[in-house]
Nanobody, 115 residues
């Protein structure tokens, strides 16, 4: 069974930066799109960003455009999310999955943006 492991979450002050990592146990095909999702306190899990594993094309939620950068490492079956200029609204548990999210969910990694 495919396993996803996310890491890199932490507590940071507003304006800070974090880089999240996600490693998938299965070989990801170039046709796959991978994404980051987040679930804020008391909210549903929402999509944040997508990267096409083949050509590296990206898409972003409007509220993170210009602040977040998604990338992938094809050889490592890994996906990353560089988050800059973090805001309190970015607080939540961040998950990685396919787009659409057809793989089993990992445990996520918690990001807290607070002074």
């Amino acid at each position: 069974q495919v396993r996803i492991v996310e890491s890199g979450g932490a507590k940071v002050q507003p304006g800070g930066s974090l880089k999240l990592s996600c490693v998938v146990s299965a070989r990801l095909l170039s046709s796959v799109a991978m994404g980051w999702y987040r679930q804020g306190p008391g909210t549903q899990r929402d999509w944040v960003a997508t990267v096409n594993f083949g050509d590296g094309g990206t898409r972003y939620l409007n509220s993170v455009k210009g602040r977040f950068t998604i990338s992938r490492d094809v050889d490592a079956n890994a996906v990353y999310l560089q988050m800059n200029s973090l805001k309190p609204d970015d607080t939540g548990v961040y998950y990685c999955n396919g787009v659409p999210a057809v793989m089993p969910w990992g445990q996520g990694t918690r990001v807290t943006v607070s002074s």
